[in-house]
């Protein structure tokens, strides 16, 4: 990954359609995925993380997601976008929350591709969704006439949204939102899931399926995030699905091989080194992928 694109990342990782800079911090890697997550740490910090009360929550980013499957030789599959393009169809703050992340995951993905015609359609539509949860629309104007005048180059595009990203986090701070974007963070997580599940099932690539098994850890990162918000009871039949959601996560394997240590005598240092490996089976595979497929189709058919 090479440091333009690392530098999309940790920018576009500032913001509500994706949440964090980095993976899972208790999940194990490989050596080039420990490579890519420090260059990201160094130059995005820990900006991404999501405060909620005293408790700080971090998930990985959609866009990692989506540069991943284009890394693996995935295509742009439109068929896995939202099919719902009236996004007034969602009444609701939570339901427009929602589906505020999974259009941003789209968002992301189709930049990936240079999709920039769809890009430009989900970004009206996040737009829509951003302004009916609250999000100033002064934030967006200058932002779509810029986008339109910098339609064929991706990267621009890119850190466009980043910035407008990045507002939106500070607005909905402001107003001490922290229930609305958590559920837009919930919704981003599902479609980035939903996306590698698909993949990974047509594919069948190690670095796909390894990405799902980490997103274990994620997963209990976003049930304490939506536990921390949940102070009404309002989002309790969320909490019940990404909990039975946990037990299908629960079956993914971690494998571990000792690695003889490195000494560095001149620097009084010892190195500990281990190999880890994520196991997610065919059938675990195919478990995943239906439950998060159900909770999509929950959030993306939700009308109230």
């Known amino acids: 990954m090479n440091i333009q694109r690392i530098s999309i990342i940790c920018f576009i990782s500032l913001g509500l359609f994706v949440s964090s800079c980095g993976g899972d911090s208790n999940s194990e890697s490989s050596e080039g995925d420990n490579i890519e997550k420090s260059a990201k740490t160094n130059e995005g910090g820990n900006t991404g993380l999501l405060k909620v009360g005293d408790k700080l929550f971090n998930l990985p980013s959609p866009l990692e997601t989506a540069f991943l499957i284009e890394e693996v030789g995935g295509h742009f599959t439109g068929d896995l976008l939202n099919p719902e393009v009236d996004a007034t169809k969602y009444t609701t703050k939570n339901a ?22 769809s890009a430009f359609t ?26 339109e005048g910098n339609m064929e180059n991706r990267d621009s595009l890119l850190l466009m949204i980043a910035e407008l990203n990045s507002l939106s986090d500070e607005y ?87 690695v003889e240590p490195e000494t560095k005598a001149d620097q009084n240092l010892t ?15 195919q478990e995943i992928s239906d439950k998060i497929e159900e909770i999509r189709n929950t959030i993306i058919g939700t009308t109230a």
């Open 172 to 258: 909905l701070k402001e107003n001490e939102s922290e229930d609305i974007s958590a559920l837009i963070l919930y919704g981003g997580w599902v479609e980035s899931l939903y996306f590698t599940t698909k993949l990974t099932g047509q594919m069948d690539n190690p670095k796909l399926r390894s990405r799902l098994g980490e997103q274990k850890n994620s997963l209990e990162n976003l049930i304490g995030l939506i536990s921390q918000v949940n102070t009404t009871g309002e989002l309790d039949d969320l909490v019940t699905e990404l909990n039975g959601l946990k037990v299908i996560f629960d079956k993914v394997e971690y494998s571990y091989e000792w």
């Open 122 to 147: 989900l970004l009206a539509t996040c737009k829509k969704l951003g302004v009916e949860i609250g999000i100033s629309p002064s934030l967006y104007t200058s932002l779509m006439k810029r986008f």
């Open 96 to 117: 427009q929350a929602m589906n505020l992340g999974v259009y941003g995951a789209d968002l992301g993905y189709s930049l990936i591709y240079n999709q920039s015609q």
């Open 271 to 285: 190195i500990i080194k281990s190999k880890s490996s994520v196991i997610v089976s065919d059938e675990v595979l």
